[in-house]
């Protein structure tokens, strides 16, 4: 039996239209339900991230759980994923992932605020939270709130070691030895020294590191980005009517930006969606266990603060990859010896090269190097709550803080396909219990919602300070 084929075929259902149509459709349930009031607020959510609330509980501020929350999103999937689609699904692949991404709000909102209203204080005085805890505390039937929770935690805990720890380590390693042949082993090594200098001190180490590593990373690239747009710019209108139109053709067609790339409304749709999920993670459950570490006087406060980083991950810094793709003139182009469509990092390497020349390889490897290595401290605090409610010994989880960094270097040194499928299933299945629990508590999350827009929102409007302070 090829083991390999059966964990491909097992990770294409799990990542199929069915999975896909259920985390999109959550979305929109939530938006309606919630009365668009996460889109209304958007404006609102962006101006509370600096808002420190120092005097209530919690282990980090609004501003560092975000932070944390994004170190985990943006990722390799922001430079590889985002191409990647835009080969496969065409341009209007990126139209979806925006579409995905409005509705991901929502979602995102929601999760983050049954964290908060959920979270509890662990042994040591650190704050756990998560789907995990909303499950088990949140759902009447204690039996089925129960086998959800260990389910979650379980499918977290092993997808940390992959999509949030070999796979990332492999892509650094890759770019660095394709681009500047340093061997493998060496970037390895540095990874799992990085790593454990922070890890082992736990999130509030992982919170100062990543408030600098992200946002420093984000200007980066986004200063990078804008050049080559401004720079082919003329090339910009007639790529954005070609995004939509392939995002809305239900005949496959082909031409203008995409070159040879044929695709019709499904494949757009398909691509689009699946890549935006998997690059904000909104709805698998993942960024509301960093929303639980934060000080905030209100979970609704904290769900609009980390419902940004959707905004952030796939409006943003996605937007850009694909203009910057979309107006290189390079999407579509084959390569000469196998004949094939080129796509991933190569293709954006040649997309920022249009206009940095020999430099496009080296921002793109810094950005890639950074945003992969963020993502390794975000998902081992993920890895490391998740395991904190199955197994409360200490003990054990210093030990994961450990193999977790050593384990990096395997991750950079070796091409374990059985794993990452694994690993991917697993990102996978975190969703089910986490969506089930979306929308068996949502009367928790519209009433939670609908407070705090009559009692903050309203009155923070009109110049009024509100400041809750929460049940402990």
Excluded at 43 to 60: C, F, V
Excluded at 81 to 106: C, D, E, H, K, R
Excluded at 202 to 231: E, Q, T
Aim: proline share 2%; with cysteine.
């Amino acid at each position: 039996m090829d083991v390999s084929k059966l964990l491909a075929d097992v990770n294409d259902f799990v990542w199929g239209p069915i999975m896909l149509a259920l985390l999109v459709g959550t979305g929109v349930f939530l938006t309606i339900r919630l009365k668009f009031l996460p889109w209304r607020n958007l404006w609102y959510a962006i101006k509370m991230i600096l808002h420190s609330r120092n005097k209530h509980e919690g282990d980090i501020s609004p501003f560092q759980s975000l932070m944390t929350a994004l170190s985990a999103t943006v990722g390799t999937g922001n430079i590889v994923g985002v191409s990647t689609a835009m080969v496969l699904g065409g341009p209007g692949a990126l139209v979806w992932m925006w579409i995905s991404a409005a509705f991901g709000l929502s979602t995102k909102y929601g999760e983050s605020v049954l964290a908060v209203k959920y979270r509890e204080t662990n042994s040591v005085g650190e704050m756990a939270g998560g789907p995990m805890y909303a499950m088990r505390k949140g759902i009447g039937n204690k039996f089925i709130g129960r086998t959800l929770a260990g389910l979650f935690a379980l499918f977290v805990v092993l997808s940390s070691f992959g999509i949030g720890n070999m796979t990332q380590a492999n892509s650094i390693s890759a770019a660095l030895f394709s681009s500047y042949e340093i061997p493998t082993w060496a970037t390895g090594a540095l990874i799992t020294l990085f790593a454990l200098s922070v890890l082992i001190r736990g999130i509030r180490s992982i919170g100062k590191v990543s408030s600098v590593i992200v946002p420093s990373m984000a200007a980066f690239y986004f200063l990078a980005a804008m050049v080559v747009i401004i720079v082919n710019f003329s090339a910009i209108p007639a790529g954005v009517m070609e995004m939509f139109r392939m995002a809305f053709s239900f005949d496959s067609v082909a031409g203008g930006v995409g070159g040879s790339i044929v695709a019709s409304m499904l494949t757009s749709m398909r691509w689009g969606v699946a890549r935006g999920v998997f690059s904000n993670e909104a709805g698998l459950g993942s960024a509301p266990i960093a929303a639980a570490a934060a000080r905030t006087d209100h979970a609704s406060r904290q769900g609009y603060v980390n419902m940004t980083g959707t905004f952030f991950d796939t409006m943003i810094v996605c937007m850009l990859t694909g203009l910057v793709i979309a107006s290189s003139g390079m999407l579509g182009t084959a390569d000469p010896e196998t004949g094939k469509l080129i796509s991933g990092a190569q293709l954006t390497i040649m997309a920022f090269s249009t206009v940095f020349g020999e430099y496009g390889k080296l921002i793109v490897s810094i950005a890639l190097c950074l945003f992969a290595f963020s993502t390794i401290l975000g998902w081992e605090y993920y890895g490391e709550k998740a395991l904190e409610y199955l197994v409360k010994n200490r003990k054990v989880l210093m030990s994961y803080r450990v193999i977790f960094s050593l384990i990096t270097f395997v991750g950079a040194t070796t091409t374990l396909e059985v794993v990452w499928n694994f690993s991917d299933t697993m990102n996978g299945l975190m969703a089910i219990p986490n969506l089930i629990c979306l929308l068996w508590l949502s009367n928790d999350i519209a009433k939670e919602c609908f407070e705090y827009q009559k009692e903050v929102v309203e009155k923070e409007r009109l110049g009024e300070v509100v400041d809750f302070q929460m049940d402990a």
